[in-house]
């Protein structure tokens, strides 16, 4: 198996893994709702950065990752207990925004559609 699909396969399984073991950690009421989007393993395989989502509120937004930072080592070993590894990556927590603004990128969208109307009966001709 080459070096570039292993990696991939280790991404997928600590995606997994993580986001389980963060749904059982840590309660949705306190952080908001978390979700794993992305993991960035080194070739190594001894660091990893975890993208997370936080849906909630501004103040769950920053509890949650201080939560996430705060619990990382017991992240970590619940996902080495879970995981057959050689080693377990060192986890490092980041927030991920992108679907929060791509979400904001459509209400723009949106807006502008309002305030410029295109008619549905404009016919577009080739001359």
Not at 8 to 17: A, D, N, S
Not at 42 to 56: E, K, Q, T, W, Y
Not at 71 to 78: F, K, T
């Amino acid at each position: 198996m080459s070096s570039s699909r292993r990696l991939l396969r280790v991404r997928e399984l600590l995606k997994r893994e993580i986001g389980e073991v963060i749904r059982r950690e840590l309660p949705t009421e306190k952080v908001g709702l978390i979700t794993v989007n992305e993991i960035q393993v080194s070739p190594d395989m001894h660091n990893a950065r975890v993208f997370v989502g936080i849906l909630g509120s501004d103040e769950q937004r920053k509890k949650g990752i201080r939560e996430l930072t705060k619990a990382r080592i017991r992240i970590q070993n619940s996902v080495g207990a879970g995981v057959a590894l050689k080693h377990t990556p060192k986890l490092n927590f980041f927030i991920d925004d992108s679907a929060r603004e791509s979400t904001r990128v459509l209400q723009i969208i949106e807006e502008l559609e309002q305030e410029n109307p295109v008619e549905d009966s404009e016919e577009y001709s080739e001359e």
